[in-house]
């Protein structure tokens, strides 16, 4: 993954919310990193993890 926001905004899609790595990276420039908040019960952030791996299994091949 070259650009992380199709896989924030596929996350979105499967309701949980992550934030591109770019984000804190100098430049702002696109990277395949994404940023977890882990603020949250333990059971909250389980949750949410395993959202975002059906998200990225859900994820369609990035255009080349």
Same mark, same amino acid.
Not at 16 to 36: L, Q, Y
């Given at each position: 993954?070259?650009? =992380? $926001? !199709? *896989? +924030?905004?596929? $996350?979105?899609?499967?309701? *949980?919310?992550?934030?591109?790595? =770019?984000?804190?990276? %100098?430049?702002?420039? %696109?990277?395949?990193? +994404?940023?977890?908040?882990?603020? !949250?019960?333990?059971? *909250?952030?389980? #949750?949410?993890? #395993? !959202?975002? $791996? @059906?998200?990225?299994?859900? @994820?369609?091949? #990035?255009?080349?």
């Amino acid at each position: 993954v070259d650009d =992380s $926001a !199709r *896989v +924030v905004d596929q $996350a979105r899609n499967h309701g *949980v919310r992550v934030a591109p790595g =770019s984000i804190h990276a %100098p430049g702002k420039a %696109p990277g395949p990193f +994404v940023r977890i908040d882990v603020d !949250r019960a333990a059971s *909250v952030v389980h #949750e949410g993890i #395993e !959202r975002l $791996a @059906r998200a990225w299994r859900a @994820r369609r091949p #990035e255009p080349r």
